[in-house]
């Protein structure tokens, strides 16, 4: 089941965090692994929380840090014909 939790963590962090992109891949599998012990309802401690806690800060998934974050503009035209004007 651990897989599936680390999924899980995974979706739930590329979910509510749609302005992170590949270069942080390693920042996201590694908060993954921490959430997912803590929904496998496993003991984790202190410090795992702590890291969990500066991982989230720095991917800006505190309340403080998400006014700092600016989302990607999309450039996906509604109109196929506006690429053209």
Do not use: C
Request: no cysteine; charged share 25%.
């Amino acid at each position: 089941m651990k897989k599936a939790s680390e999924r899980e963590a995974w979706q739930t962090l590329a979910d509510e965090l749609p302005w992170l992109n590949r270069s942080h891949r390693i920042l996201v599998a590694m908060a993954s692994g921490l959430l997912a012990r803590q929904i496998e309802g496993e003991e984790v401690g202190v410090k795992a929380l702590n890291l969990l806690r500066m991982m989230l800060n720095s991917m800006g998934a505190t309340p403080s840090d998400a006014s700092k974050v600016q989302m990607p503009v999309d450039e996906t035209p509604d109109d196929p014909a506006a690429k053209y004007f």
